[in-house]
């Protein structure tokens, strides 16, 4: 018995060897090398490919080879000539090493300001190709200078690809929640009134920390003040939807019993110290019968216009209420304002690209006139930044538009470190979760990004893009089709372009991966390495010695 089993496995055996020796995989290989006079397999290998970036196609290639597909040569040449001599890279390691070994002047002075900047949806594949889309892919992003760099853990309590309520809950309270939830510990569920309620589920973010040590507090978004990652900085909330008190009805709540996120903003115990609110949301604030300059009418349900409430908490202070650009520059930061709120959209501010120059301030702009309010007020401040709508630019797979966005965030954290001083200003730089973007291909050195890889063709022998997505809305347009759309067909650069995903969704999801902190300033150092995201507001809050925890001003040296 045991001999028949052995022949029967031996006959397999055979069979098996002679079906790959037969198949036309293994035929195509073998009529490849007899065509070029040598071993394919050392020739060609399809994980490190080198020959059809620089070789045409032979002429009788059979149509679908994986990996083959070849474009026109092309000659791969360093941007300039300097490249070509080792000198040059050896110079630039040096520079760089030099740079490094100041690293062991540890600054550990107390931080009299803190300025933290969220680039939402920042992931790191975001970075790398916005040097690229600035022109060049050795170009360093203002905050990439910054001396100390170390990667954050984005996960919810109870999600392993976070939102930007769960994460705004860690790296401002430093407590990871559960997702959609923000202000709250774990032990509130998404939606749960009562739990929103119940003090005990409540934690309070470096704001209020910053505050109860006597610091001025403020902040900017490009998206509406009430949207997710501002929230954290003054609300509790079950819901990040909750932002007017309709959305709460919606759900089957009572708004006097949970009270909405622009409410808190106003009325609120951390809402209603801030001497600086800037960004988008008229909408949030005014009642269903009320619109607003843009003619678009109000979300409130109750009636209750909270401009004007927030009019009438500083009408004895120095304040101003502004809703473009033109009214931001003419108000006097430098001498007479005290509190500023800036709603200067509707819903969220306009990508930059599509922008009324006279109507939107720029983030830099805003970020400025904050550093105006803030800067007057000798005990120090921390003033919370986020360019918001990189998110929104990954999420419509238009990656012209998170790209930009990037541009615009790098160009206010330039801003910021020139009008502060590294000796008494620390300035943290980061994403509160990342995206399904890669960038990807083995194109030539400068290839715009957006378009074509330039070296390459998919075994559909169409081109494809260096930018793609794991899921979105560029799925229809680009796959679901008799054949896969051809690239070089269309505008690749136009705005509303959806780049191409591999799995269709309305709206691309967010990516689980790690994302970098970027930190200069006293106490820097302790933002390197690899941490959970929540540990974020307990390192600021040590190096401003603010909060119940350990600070630099408790612990001896």
């Known amino acids: 018995m045991a001999t028949m089993v052995n022949v029967l496995r031996a006959c397999l055996f055979l069979v098996s060897v002679g079906l790959v020796l037969t198949s036309p995989v293994a035929s195509r290989h073998r009529q490849e090398a007899d065509d070029t006079g040598a071993d394919t397999e050392a020739e060609y290998d399809p994980m490190h490919p080198q020959r059809f970036l620089f070789e045409p196609a032979p002429p009788n290639r059979s149509k679908r080879s994986p990996g083959k597909a070849s474009m026109p040569k092309?000659?791969?040449?360093?941007?300039?000539?300097?490249?070509?001599?080792?000198?040059?890279?050896?110079?630039?390691?040096?520079?760089?090493?030099?740079?490094?070994?100041?690293?062991?002047?540890?600054?550990?002075?107390?931080?009299?300001?803190?300025?933290?900047?969220?680039?939402?949806?920042?992931?790191?594949?975001?970075?790398?190709?916005?040097?690229?889309?600035?022109?060049?892919?050795?170009?360093?992003?203002?905050?990439?200078?910054?001396?100390?760099?170390?990667?954050?853990?984005?996960?919810?309590?109870?999600?392993?690809?976070?939102?930007?309520?769960?994460?705004?809950?860690?790296?401002?309270?430093?407590?990871?929640?559960?997702?959609?939830?923000?202000?709250?510990?774990a032990a509130a569920a998404l939606g749960d009134c009562s739990a929103q309620n119940d003090t005990a589920n409540h934690v309070h973010s470096i704001a209020k920390w910053a505050q109860d040590a006597g610091l001025s507090t403020g902040f900017v978004t490009t998206t509406e003040v009430t949207n997710a990652s501002p929230a954290g900085m003054y609300a509790h909330t079950a819901n990040r939807n909750w932002e007017h008190s309709g959305a709460i009805e919606r759900d089957g709540h009572d708004p006097t019993v949970c009270q909405d996120i622009a409410t808190q903003l106003i009325h609120g115990e951390v809402g209603r110290k801030m001497r600086v609110i800037m960004g988008g949301g008229?909408?949030?604030?005014?009642?269903?019968?009320?619109?607003?300059?843009?003619?678009?009418?109000?979300?409130?349900?109750?009636?209750?216009?909270?401009?004007?409430?927030?009019?009438?908490?500083?009408?004895?202070?120095?304040?101003?209420?502004?809703?473009?650009?033109?009214?931001?520059?003419?108000?006097?930061?430098?001498?007479?304002?005290?509190?500023?709120?800036?709603?200067?959209?509707?819903?969220?501010?306009?990508?930059?690209?599509?922008?009324?120059?006279?109507?939107?301030?720029?983030?830099?702009?805003?970020?400025?006139?904050?550093?105006?309010?803030?800067?007057?007020?000798?005990?120090?401040?921390?003033?919370?930044?986020?360019?918001?709508?990189?998110?929104?630019?990954?999420?419509?797979?238009?990656?012209?538009?998170?790209?930009?966005?990037?541009?615009?965030?790098?160009?206010?954290?330039?801003?910021?470190?020139?009008?502060?001083?590294?000796?008494?200003?620390?300035?943290?730089?980061?994403?509160?979760?990342?995206h399904t973007m890669t960038m990807s291909g083995y194109s030539s050195r400068k290839n715009d990004i957006l378009g074509v890889n330039n070296g390459q063709q998919a075994d559909d022998e169409l081109p494809y893009a260096t930018i793609s997505y794991a899921n979105g809305p560029g799925y229809d347009r680009n796959v679901q089709r008799d054949a896969r759309l051809d690239l070089s067909a269309v505008d690749m650069r136009d705005k509303s372009f959806a780049f191409p995903t591999t799995v269709p969704l309305g709206l691309e999801t967010h990516g689980g991966d790690d994302v970098a902190v970027f930190a200069d300033g006293p106490w820097a150092h302790l933002f390197s390495g690899t941490y959970e995201q929540h540990f974020l507001p307990h390192a600021m809050a040590y190096a401003a010695c603010i909060g119940s925890g350990r600070t630099a001003c408790s612990t001896e040296s």
């Not at 000539?81 to 040096?94: D, T």
């Open 74 to 185: 092309l000659r791969f040449e360093p941007p300039s000539a300097v490249e070509h001599h080792a000198q040059y890279w050896h110079n630039i390691a040096q520079d760089t090493l030099d740079r490094q070994l100041h690293k062991d002047r540890l600054n550990r002075k107390v931080a009299k300001n803190v300025i933290m900047f969220l680039g939402d949806g920042l992931s790191i594949p975001t970075l790398a190709a916005t040097r690229v889309y600035l022109g060049d892919e050795a170009t360093e992003l203002s905050f990439e200078r910054f001396p100390y760099v170390g990667l954050s853990k984005t996960y919810c309590a109870n999600v392993q690809v976070a939102d930007s309520a769960c994460t705004a809950t860690a790296y401002l309270a430093g407590v990871k929640a559960n997702y959609g939830t923000i202000g709250l510990s």
């Open 282 to 434: 008229r909408r949030e604030f005014l009642p269903v019968h009320e619109a607003d300059i843009e003619g678009i009418p109000g979300r409130r349900t109750d009636g209750t216009d909270l401009i004007k409430h927030w009019q009438h908490h500083h009408s004895r202070h120095r304040s101003a209420y502004v809703q473009n650009r033109v009214q931001l520059l003419e108000t006097r930061t430098e001498q007479e304002t005290d509190y500023l709120l800036g709603l200067f959209a509707s819903k969220h501010l306009a990508y930059h690209l599509d922008a009324d120059e006279q109507q939107q301030p720029t983030l830099s702009e805003m970020v400025s006139k904050a550093l105006d309010v803030l800067e007057r007020h000798g005990e120090g401040y921390f003033l919370f930044v986020e360019g918001g709508r990189i998110d929104h630019g990954h999420h419509y797979t238009q990656p012209i538009r998170a790209f930009d966005e990037t541009v615009e965030f790098a160009k206010a954290i330039e801003m910021a470190r020139s009008r502060t001083s590294p000796d008494n200003t620390l300035i943290v730089v980061t994403a509160d979760h990342s």
